[in-house]
């Protein structure tokens, strides 16, 4: 199964370790990872203005303009 995280973003769920949201990027933890993660350029951003939330895959983070509840949501079956 798969999970559409918005501006045509499918992402494989077996791939999905985590969804996170972006009112807590100020987190010292999520600052670090996020930070690491643009360095090993790990990370994939689509021309959006405004991200809501942060998803971590085996490979990537891929940021949505998608809140992580709803995210979250659409994962479960």
């Known amino acids: 199964m798969f999970l559409h995280i918005g501006d045509s973003q499918i992402i494989p769920l077996k791939d999905i370790i985590g969804i996170f949201s972006l009112k807590n990027h100020d987190l010292e933890s999520n600052k670090q990872f996020l930070e690491y993660a643009l360095q090993k350029n790990r990370i994939n951003k689509q021309e959006i ?19 992580s509840q709803t995210l979250g949501k ?3 079956k």
């Open 49 to 67: 203005k405004e991200y809501k939330s942060f998803v971590v895959t085996t490979d990537h983070v891929y940021f949505s303009p998608i809140s």
């Open 74 to 76: 659409r994962q479960v």
